[in-house]
């Protein structure tokens, strides 16, 4: 069964930085598209960013120029380097890949929480 395990979360002070891992069983990272959510509890969740397989990236209007979707396929291993952050960026964060949204199917996630 494929498996993502997010890390990297903790608290931290506006303006500050962190990076998020998301670590896939097998090879579901290197063949797929993978995305990085964010959920904030009563509120749905939404997309960040995505980086395809050969590396093209979209984001999210309220991060660009501040967070960076990054793949290593040859590490099974996707990540968000997040800066400059912000309180608004406060929210749990989840890797996926595209099909596994479809079926809504979750990992548990990483806490972020930015202190103004």
């Known amino acids: 069964q494929v498996q993502l395990a997010e890390s990297g979360g903790g608290l931290v002070q506006a303006g500050g930085s962190l990076r998020l891992s998301c670590v896939g069983s097998?090879?579901?990272?290197?063949?797929?598209?993978m995305g990085w959510y964010r959920q904030v509890p009563g509120k749905q969740r939404e997309r960040v960013a995505v980086?395809?397989?050969?590396?093209?990236?979209v984001y999210e209007d309220s991060v660009k120029g501040r967070l960076t979707i990054s793949r290593d396929n040859a590490k099974n291993t996707v990540y968000l380097q997040m800066n400059s952050l912000k309180p608004e960026d406060t929210a749990v964060y989840f890797c996926?890949?595209?099909?596994?949204?479809?079926?809504?199917?979750w990992g548990q996630g990483t806490q972020v929480t930015v202190s103004s």
């Open positions: 980086v395809a397989s050969v590396g093209i990236t």
């Open positions: 097998g090879s579901i990272l290197s063949t797929n598209v």
């Open positions: 996926n890949t595209m099909s596994r949204v479809v079926l809504g199917l």
